[in-house]
Antibody, heavy 117, light 112 residues
Framework: EVQLMESGGDLVQPGGSLRLSCAAS????????MHWVRQAPGKGLVWVAR????????NYADSVKGRFTISRDNAKGTLFLQMSSLRVEDTALYYC??????????WGQGTLVTVSS | DIVVTQSPLSLPVTPGEPASISCRSS???????????LAWYLQKPGQSPQVLIY???NRASGVPDRFSGSGSGTDFTLKISRVEAEDVGVYYC?????????FGQGTKLEIK
């Protein structure tokens, strides 16, 4: 069974940093593109970033470009999102998702990031 | 960037009745390989999203056959042939043709 387990969410002040992790199991992690998607409280889904199997092809939403860094450790089956210069508007539930032919076929339960002073 | 627009945003439905959600993209989602990169997701209350339809019309594994996706180019539709109580939640379409991927605003389906 595919499982994705996010962690690392916390309350952080504006301008601060945070590192999210997503532990994958139940599939060959190194074979798949992976994504981060976020959802602000009571709002819709917003795509954040993706990277390919070896981590060399990376794309970001404009709203996070230059502030967030997506990466992966295939040996440990883990996806990361390093977040810096955090803003109030980055407050959201952050999901990691597995990619299969242009769809997110598996999602984690999400980890909550709150940016507030 | 591709903009994706859904309608309606709210959809009250009587159990057993059909339902339909529209999704339009600002440019064609047809890839040169012939696939159309449009997916539909359902987010049930308190849960993570789950994929229903991919490549515009392919039902994901385990999805009941009362769900169907159709459309091409820039116009797409998700249809539920007979709504059941367990279908409540917010439905999203998402384009995956090019980054940044983009979701529609979401359609909240509720039972009358």
């Amino acid at each position: 069974e595919v499982q994705l387990m996010e962690s690392g969410g916390d309350l952080v002040q504006p301008g601060g940093s945070l590192r999210l992790s997503c532990a994958a199991s139940g599939f060959t992690f190194s074979n798949f593109w992976m994504h981060w998607v976020r959802q602000a409280p009571g709002k819709g889904l917003v795509w954040v970033a993706r990277l390919n199997q070896d981590g060399r092809v990376i794309n970001y939403a404009d709203s996070v470009k230059g502030r967030f860094t997506i990466s992966r450790d295939n040996a440990k089956g883990t996806l990361f999102l390093q977040m810096s210069s955090l803003r109030v508007e980055d407050t959201a539930l952050y999901y990691c998702a597995k990619d299969l032919s242009g769809r997110h076929d598996s999602w984690g339960q999400g980890t909550l990031v709150t940016v507030s002073s | 960037d591709i903009v994706v627009t859904q309608s309606p945003l709210s959809l009250p439905v009587t159990p057993g009745e059909p339902a339909s959600i529209s999704c339009r993209s600002s440019q064609s989602l047809l890839h040169r390989n012939g696939d159309t990169f449009l997916a539909w997701y359902l987010q049930k209350p308190g849960q993570s999203p789950q994929v229903l339809i991919y490549l515009a019309s392919n039902r994901a594994s385990g999805v009941p056959d009362r769900f169907s996706g159709s459309g091409s180019g820039t116009d797409f539709t998700l249809k539920i042939s007979r709504v059941e109580a367990e279908d409540v939640g917010v439905y999203y379409c998402m384009q995956a043709l090019q980054t940044p991927y983009s979701f529609g605003q979401g359609t909240k389906l509720e039972i009358k």
